[in-house]
């Protein structure tokens, strides 16, 4: 049998074990999950700067009803700089990332220096470097050495750190055709999340002027949705360096706090914090 005969043998055993359902066979062959992640971050192409105005609806994790609907304006500064500010319920939070720190603010208060899981969805945006998204994504379980082809809502894609259609193993999946991820699950141990199945879905990617970016984020605990945000809006807008600097914006929110708690009652703002982080902090 020559070679090119084997070739096309191995290629029809992969799509018709893609269109079945099936495990691939073990000849057949798929891109290393470092070529994959490395062709993600070329084939993305975002700008050095981004900004986005998005809808945020919150749903109930035990029975699935919509609790909370807010406008977010998200902020990307490449590489690896992001802010959020979200208005709900009558309180805005403001989070802010740089590299391996985070701050959160509620209301002018510092609430919290360390991530949650649903701020990851932001992480697979805004890396340059292939050796730092790999790390990321190796410290929530994705083994790059691992990958496959599967489908997904009848697209194929390559599955980085399982075999397909295993989902025992956190896992990347990027589509085949356009290297533009399609979802992402994982187990994180936060306070928040314990160790449930926890997955991020990127779909409907659009073209905003020259920039193409999913106009639907879900967010999902053990596969129930908790999370929705549609984008409205994409620009590539330069910010202010300061509205990322984490030190300066610490500073300058805890010289506030004394002012804000003149205001009202010590008491009513926790209680309304803490509401707000229940809902939106799931």
């Given at each position: 049998?020559?070679?090119?005969?084997?070739?096309?043998?191995?290629?029809?055993?992969?799509?018709?074990?893609?269109?079945?359902?099936?495990?691939?066979?073990?000849?057949?062959?798929?891109?290393?999950?470092?070529?994959?992640?490395?062709?993600?971050?070329?084939?993305?192409?975002?700008?050095?700067?981004?900004?986005?105005?998005?809808?945020?609806?919150?749903?109930?994790?035990?029975?699935?009803?919509?609790?909370?609907?807010?406008?977010?304006?998200?902020?990307?500064?490449?590489?690896?700089?992001?802010?959020?500010?979200?208005?709900?319920?009558?309180?805005?939070?403001?989070?802010?990332?740089?590299?391996?720190?985070?701050?959160?603010?509620?209301?002018?208060?510092?609430?919290?220096?360390?991530?949650?899981?649903?701020?990851?969805?932001?992480?697979?945006?805004?890396?340059?470097?292939?050796?730092?998204?790999?790390?990321?994504?190796?410290?929530?379980?994705?083994?790059?050495?691992?990958?496959?082809?599967?489908?997904?809502k009848g697209e194929v894609a390559f599955v980085i750190g399982d075999v397909y259609p295993s989902?025992?193993?956190?896992?990347?999946?990027?589509?085949?055709?356009?290297?533009?991820?399609?979802?992402?699950?994982?187990?994180?141990?936060?306070?928040?999340?314990?160790?449930?199945?926890?997955?991020?879905?990127?779909?409907?990617?659009?073209?905003?002027?020259?920039?193409?970016?999913?106009?639907?984020?879900?967010?999902?605990?053990?596969?129930?949705?908790?999370?929705?945000?549609?984008?409205?809006?994409?620009?590539?807008?330069?910010?202010?360096?300061?509205?990322?600097?984490?030190?300066?914006?610490?500073?300058?929110?805890?010289?506030?706090?004394?002012?804000?708690?003149?205001?009202?009652?010590?008491s009513e703002i926790r209680r309304r914090l803490e509401d707000f982080k229940r809902i939106y902090?799931q």
């Amino acid at each position: 049998m020559s070679v090119y005969t084997k070739k096309l043998i191995c290629a029809a055993a992969v799509c018709l074990a893609v269109l079945v359902g099936k495990p691939l066979p073990a000849y057949s062959y798929v891109l290393e999950g470092r070529h994959i992640l490395f062709l993600m971050i070329e084939e993305m192409k975002l700008p050095g700067n981004l900004a986005a105005r998005q809808q945020v609806t919150q749903y109930d994790l035990e029975t699935g009803e919509e609790i909370l609907t807010a406008t977010e304006t998200i902020r990307f500064r490449m590489p690896e700089e992001f802010r959020s500010e979200i208005d709900a319920g009558g309180l805005n939070r403001t989070y802010v990332a740089s590299a391996d720190r985070s701050i959160t603010m509620i209301d002018g208060r510092v609430t919290s220096e360390t991530d949650i899981w649903t701020d990851y969805y932001k992480n697979i945006f805004w890396y340059r470097s292939l050796e730092r998204l790999e790390n990321f994504l190796e410290n929530y379980g994705v083994d790059p050495s691992v990958s496959s082809l599967g489908r997904f809502k009848g697209e194929v894609a390559f599955v980085i750190g399982d075999v397909y259609p295993s989902e025992s193993a956190a896992q990347l999946w990027v589509a085949r055709e356009t290297f533009r991820p399609v979802r992402w699950l994982f187990r994180a141990g936060d306070d928040n999340s314990g160790i449930e199945p926890l997955e991020f879905r990127y779909a409907e990617w659009k073209q905003f002027g020259r920039i193409w970016f999913p106009s639907r984020i879900e967010f999902y605990v053990n596969g129930q949705m908790i999370r929705l945000i549609r984008v409205g809006m994409l620009e590539s807008a330069p910010p202010p360096r300061e509205i990322f600097d984490i030190d300066h914006i610490r500073h300058t929110f805890s010289a506030d706090d004394n002012g804000a708690a003149a205001v009202e009652p010590e008491s009513e703002i926790r209680r309304r914090l803490e509401d707000f982080k229940r809902i939106y902090e799931q």
